[in-house]
C-alpha cells in the first residue's frame, strides 16, 4: 500500500531528515562531505594528532622533571603542543572558521620551528635538550619543519576549490 505522505524520505529519531546542503555550490565547489579532513587530508589530520600528543607528552615530562634547565624551551614545547591541537581539530573540522584557525596555527607552527630551529643552534645552552621545534624538529624526523608547509599547501588547496 502506497504511504499517504508521498515518497519515502529518510527519517532520524527527530522527524525527517532534510537532504544536505553543498557549501559553496555551483560548478567546481566542494561536494557534500568534502573537507580539510576527508581524502588526503585524513593523513595530515593524523599526523598532527600524533605529533600533538608526542609534543604534549614530551612537554609534560620536561617541565615537571627538568623545568630548571631550559623554562624558556620547554614552555615552547608545550606551546607547541597547544598548537598542534588546534590544528589538528581545524583540519578535521573544516568550515571557513575553522580553515582559518587552521591556516594561523599552521603559520604560527611555521615560524616557531624556523625561529627556534635557529636558535637552537646560535644559543645551545638554552636548548640543552631536545624540544619539538628545536634543530628544526630533528627530534621528530623533521616532521615538524615540513608538517606546516604541507598543511599551509593542504589549505590552499582547500580554498582554492571553493
Known sequence: MPDPRGPASP????????PPTV???????????QATGSGPGRILVAVYALLA??????????ISEYFHRAPVAYLLSALAAVIYLVATVALARGGHTAVRVATVSCSIELVGVLVVGVLSYVDTAAFPDKTVWSHFGAGYGYVPLVLPVLGLLWLRRHRQSR
Open 11 to 18: 527519517e532520524g529519531p527527530e522527524g525527517p531528515v532534510e
Open 23 to 33: 557549501e559553496g555550490g555551483g560548478e567546481g565547489g566542494p561536494t557534500v562531505g
Open 53 to 62: 600528543l608526542a609534543a604534549t607528552g614530551r612537554s609534560i615530562l620536561q
